[in-house]
């Protein structure tokens, strides 16, 4: 069954400090991958997507991501959290077996420590 | 400014009653779908639509209905069999297939 699992629900870092959020996928077809950020009470933005090529993707506000298919994870990175980067962090699988669609994982809730 | 907008922002249901969100976009978008948020449940899909006249069900769809007769709109009602409506719903639009879904500011359905 296809699937996303973002392993941590809450991760606290500090100020200034690096960032790395997992997302593993279970998929059989070539992954369309995305991540996705909520601020509370909103909607979600994208922060950025792998469809092919070069597997390390830049997005918006600083952030990256890594596809690696050996080990079915797209995990977003950042080097330097700053304040306003606490919010919800989703990743997405967009699956085309039979119809087209996302697949989201539960979130992670990134707090930054002042 | 194109966009996809919701309404309204807050939403208070009674029991027995049918209540309607609505889904607007203005980015030509020919896809639009419907998610529902809880705590804790990431989003799970409730309607999709890839085009006008057309739309399938998600995962959960049992409780809600929609409706696409017109490209820029895909309003969801939730019915009075969903017994459990309090979420934040989301609605979203794209280009189709599995092209980059664009997402609106949200509902807060609540039942009083």
């Known amino acids: 069954a296809q699937s996303v699992t973002q392993p941590d629900i809450h991760i606290t870092v500090s100020e200034g400090a690096s960032l790395e959020l997992r997302c593993n996928y279970s998929?059989?077809?070539?992954?369309?991958l995305f991540w996705y950020v909520q601020s509370p009470g909103q909607g979600l933005q994208l922060l950025l997507k792998?469809?092919?090529?070069?597997?390390l993707v830049q997005g918006i506000k600083g952030f990256e991501a890594e596809f690696k298919r050996s080990q079915s994870s797209f995990n977003l990175r950042k080097p330097s959290v700053h304040w306003s980067d606490a919010a919800e962090y989703f990743c997405?699988?967009?699956?085309?077996?039979?119809?087209?669609?996302?697949?989201f994982g539960t979130g992670t809730r990134l707090k930054v420590l002042a | 400014d194109g966009g996809i907008t919701q309404s309204p922002k807050y939403l208070f249901r009674k029991e027995g009653q049918n209540v309607t969100l609505s889904c607007e976009q203005n980015?030509?978008?020919?896809?639009m779908y419907w998610y529902r948020q809880d705590p804790g449940q990431g989003l799970r899909l409730i309607y999709y639509?890839?085009?006008?006249?057309?739309?399938q069900k998600g995962d959960i769809a049992e409780g809600y209905s929609v409706s696409r007769e017109k490209k820029e709109s895909f309003p969801l009602t939730v019915t009075s069999a969903q017994k459990n409506p309090t979420a934040f719903y989301l609605c979203?639009?794209?280009?189709?297939?599995?092209?980059?879904?664009?997402f609106g500011p949200g509902t807060r359905l609540l039942v009083l």
């Open positions: 979203a639009s794209s280009m189709g297939g599995v092209e980059t879904q664009y």
């Open positions: 998929y059989g077809a070539t992954p369309y």
């Open positions: 792998y469809f092919s090529g070069d597997t």
């Open positions: 997405a699988v967009g699956v085309t077996s039979g119809t087209y669609k996302y697949i």
């Open positions: 980015l030509n978008h020919d896809a």
């Open positions: 639509s890839q085009i006008v006249n057309d739309f």
